[in-house]
């Protein structure tokens, strides 16, 4: 297996996920299909992330409802890492990101934890 495809975000709205997940976090979207009951096929990639990015998908019953936004409890999903810690944590704190902790250097980075608007956490890391 050369690499990983996508991992599924569960969110209440296509578009505003599409619209925090580009807009605030910068990131592109990839495809944006329509499917049979209103369904769509959403994905959106980190710039220069290959083939990996995030399935947004609606949730569709009440069990997905209560889990977006903790698909993890209260640990971090997912860890996007940065080439210019400095540069994307003030687009993104400047585009409404909320970060749950100043920014920290550690033996494997600089790092600081932020949300999605759905309350899931990342990592947002320069790799030392």
């Not at 959403?42 to 209560?66: C, K, M, N, Q, S």
């Not at 400095?86 to 920290?104: I, K, N, T, W």
């Not at 600089?110 to 956490?121: K, P």
């Amino acid at each position: 297996m050369p690499h990983l495809g996508l991992l599924t975000v569960l969110v209440r709205d296509y578009d505003e996920a599409i619209r925090f997940y580009t807009e605030a976090l910068g990131f592109t979207l990839a495809e944006d299909t329509a499917l049979p009951g209103g369904a769509r096929w959403v994905v959106v990639r980190p710039d220069g992330a290959g083939p990996t990015g995030f399935l947004l998908a609606l949730a569709a019953d009440p069990v997905e409802l209560g889990r977006v936004g903790a698909q993890t409890g209260q640990r971090v999903f997912a860890f996007l890492h940065t080439e210019d810690f400095a540069r994307d944590h003030a687009r993104m704190s400047a585009a409404g990101v909320r970060f749950l902790e100043q920014p920290r250097v550690e033996v494997y980075g600089t790092v600081a934890v932020f949300e999605d608007l759905y309350g899931n956490r990342f990592d947002l890391i320069q790799p030392a």
